[in-house]
C-alpha cells in the first residue's frame, strides 16, 4: 500500500476564495464562469500599453483585454520571450518588445479564452477546451454517494476551483469493508484545466485513512487516467464516468469480494525467503526489487502474499516519478489474485 498526497498539495496552495464546501456550490461557481466565459479567435491582436501599467491585447472587434499571470506567460511563450526579462520591463517597453516580437506573417489564429475583459489563457488551433462545468457534471452524474473528505486543519475542503484549474477529492464514507480490523473505503481525485495548465484527469483507489493534511494513507487498487487537451478530450468524460461509476457500482461486492481476497491472500503462506523470492521473480519482481520485497515482509512478519504485496507498495511509495510508482502499484495489485 501506498501513500497519496495529490490532496495535501492542493490544501496547501489553495487560498480559502478558491475553496468550496460541496460540490453543488462548486457546480454554481464553474457554470458561472462558463456563462461569462467567450473564445476570440483572432487573427490578428495589437499588444497595447493600458493606462501605462500593464500590458493589455486589443482584439479585431476592437475590445481590450487585460492579462493576468497565465496568458501573460503564455503570451511570452509565443513570442519566445523570457518571461521573467519582459516582467522587468516598463509596460511600454514591454508592449513595443511584444508588438515586434509576436509572429503575425501567415500564421494560424489564436485562441484567446477570457472571463469579461480578462484573458485567462492564449492558445492555437490545436488545443480543445474542456469546461470544467461539463467535467463536474459527468463526477455529479456517476458519483452518487461520494463526499469531500473531513475538513483539512486549514479550512481546506477537498473541493477547490481558480483562474488556472480545478481539484476535487470525494471519498465514499458509507463504503467502509473491514479486513481483519482494518479498515478501507473508496475514492477519487478528479482534476481538470480551461486554461491549460494541466490535463483533465481522474485517480481511483481505496484507502485506509485521510489525516488533517488530506495525506491518503495506505491505498490499494490505484488507476489513474489522464488526457491532454487535443480534439478528443471529450472523449474523456465518458471515461471518467465509466471509472467512477465502475467504483461506486463495485461498493457492495467489494465489501465481500474484497475482503474475501485480502483475507485469501494474508492465508497464503509462501514459504520461506527462497520460495517467496522465486515467486516473486516468476511474476516479474527479480533481483534487488524481489530481495527487498522479501526482507521488508519477513521484517513485519508477514511471509504471505498480501503481506509481499504491501511491502511492493511500500517501496513504491519511495519511488522518485509518479508514473513509476503507479506502475508498481498496479503490478504488485495483481499478485492478489495469486491467493484467489
Not at 453543488?24 to 491582436?45: G, N, P
Not at 489513474?224 to 471509472?243: G, Q
Request: proline share 3%; charged share 25%.
Amino acid at each position: 500500500m501506498t501513500n497519496l498526497m495529490a490532496a495535501s498539495t492542493e490544501l496547501f496552495h489553495r487560498s480559502p476564495d478558491e475553496r468550496f464546501d460541496s460540490l453543488e456550490s462548486l457546480a454554481a461557481h464553474v457554470k458561472h464562469e462558463q456563462a461569462v466565459s467567450r473564445e476570440h479567435w483572432e487573427q490578428h491582436v495589437e499588444p497595447e500599453s493600458i493606462d501605462g501599467e500593464t500590458l493589455g491585447l486589443r482584439l479585431e472587434d476592437g475590445s481590450l483585454q487585460y492579462l493576468n499571470d497565465w496568458s501573460f506567460g503564455q503570451l511570452c511563450r509565443h513570442c519566445r520571450l523570457p518571461k521573467d526579462t519582459i516582467n522587468r520591463l516598463s509596460p511600454a517597453t514591454a508592449t513595443q518588445v511584444v508588438r515586434e516580437t509576436l509572429p503575425r506573417s501567415g500564421r494560424k489564429p489564436l485562441q484567446i479564452y477570457s472571463v469579461g475583459h480578462q484573458a485567462h489563457a492564449i492558445h492555437g488551433t490545436s488545443y480543445t477546451r474542456l469546461y470544467n462545468a461539463e467535467l463536474l457534471d459527468a463526477v455529479r452524474d456517476s458519483a452518487c454517494g461520494f463526499t469531500p473528505p473531513p475538513v483539512g486543519f486549514n479550512g481546506a475542503t477537498g473541493l477547490y476551483a481558480g483562474e488556472q484549474d480545478m481539484f476535487c477529492f470525494l471519498i465514499d464514507d458509507d463504503g467502509w469493508i473491514d479486513i481483519r480490523g482494518e479498515q478501507f473505503a473508496p475514492g477519487f481525485f478528479v482534476w481538470n484545466s480551461e486554461v491549460g495548465r494541466r490535463s483533465v484527469g481522474l485517480t481511483t483507489f481505496w484507502f485506509q485513512a485521510v489525516c488533517q493534511n488530506h495525506i491518503v494513507w495506505d491505498t490499494t487498487d490505484v488507476v489513474e487516467f489522464t488526457r491532454k487537451h487535443t480534439a478528443n478530450v471529450h472523449e474523456s468524460l465518458a471515461v471518467v464516468r465509466r471509472m467512477i461509476g465502475d467504483l461506486a457500482r463495485r461498493r457492495d461486492e467489494r465489501r465481500d469480494g474484497f475482503a474475501k481476497m485480502v483475507s485469501q491472500a494474508m492465508d497464503a503462506r509462501v514459504g520461506d525467503t527462497d520460495e517467496a523470492t522465486t515467486l516473486l521473480a516468476k511474476h516479474g519482481f527479480a533481483g534487488k526489487l524481489a530481495q527487498q520485497a522479501v526482507e521488508l515482509a519477513e521484517l513485519r512478519d508477514s511471509m504471505n502474499v498480501f503481506g509481499l504485496v504491501d511491502a511492493l507498495t511500500r517501496i513504491a511509495g519511495k519511488l522518485e516519478f509518479a508514473g513509476d510508482r503507479l506502475e508498481l502499484d498496479t503490478k504488485a495489485a495483481g499478485l492478489l489474485a495469486l491467493a484467489a
